[in-house]
């Protein structure tokens, strides 16, 4: 960002928190389509991409006054993938298998022991990963159950995909062997 971009974003971060309309404007117009891309990236779904920044700016505009930002562009743009981690989160990994699920619905007396069983495995999937930090138990989920890319999360996370593949591949090694036991405790369970 020039000297003079930085110079008319505090121009307009100071208009917007005095309450200027003119303000809100500019910034809504300068702004939006690029954030609407991040999000729309990230999330690859148009309607909630647009959902996600009209909120941003709705609560730019409400808490105007008790903004406590000098930058802008960063505010916005964390803003954006904050919400979009805060998507994810309540869409979690059960969001291909409800729309799977939604599909089907009138079929489903015959999915309620594919529906445990999933639940099950998800649940085993967590236990797996307990010992690890939220940040690599986030790249598992949205590499495993959610089946992006390293290179997706990596820009995702702003980390190098090299890390990710090391943080992946130690979480991979946990969860395969938490649920090697678990299987073999089961079957120890059921053939004795």
């Given amino acids: 960002m020039s000297d003079n971009e930085r110079v008319r974003d505090q121009q307009l971060l100071e208009a917007l928190c005095a309450g200027q309309e003119w303000a809100f404007t500019a910034v809504y117009d300068e702004y939006w389509y690029a954030m609407y891309k991040v999000a729309f990236h990230k999330i690859g779904q148009r309607h909630v991409a647009e959902e996600i920044v009209q909120d941003i700016f709705t609560r730019l505009w409400n808490e105007r006054a008790n903004l406590r930002t000098t930058t802008l562009n960063y505010y916005l743009f964390s803003a954006v993938r904050f919400e979009v981690?805060?998507?994810?989160?309540?869409?979690?990994?059960?969001?291909?298998?409800?729309?799977?699920?939604?599909?089907?619905?009138?079929?489903?007396?015959?999915?309620?022991?594919?529906?445990?069983?999933?639940n099950e495995l998800l649940r085993s999937i967590d236990e797996g990963l307990k010992p690890f930090p939220a940040q690599t138990r986030e790249m598992f989920?949205?590499?495993?159950?959610?089946?992006?890319?390293?290179?997706?999360?990596?820009?995702?996370?702003?980390?190098s995909e090299k890390t990710v593949e090391y943080h992946l591949g130690k979480a991979s090694k946990a969860v395969r062997e938490y649920l090697s036991e678990t299987l073999l405790l089961l079957l120890v369970s059921i053939f004795s």
Avoid: C
Avoid at 95 to 105: D, I, K, V
Avoid at 152 to 158: D, K, L, R
């Fill in 85 to 118: 981690i805060d998507h994810i989160r309540k869409a979690g990994p059960r969001s291909r298998y409800a729309a799977y699920y939604q599909a089907f619905a009138s079929q489903h007396e015959h999915y309620t022991e594919d529906e445990v069983a999933y």
């Fill in 141 to 159: 989920k949205l590499s495993r159950v959610e089946s992006w890319t390293v290179a997706q999360i990596a820009e995702f996370m702003n980390l």
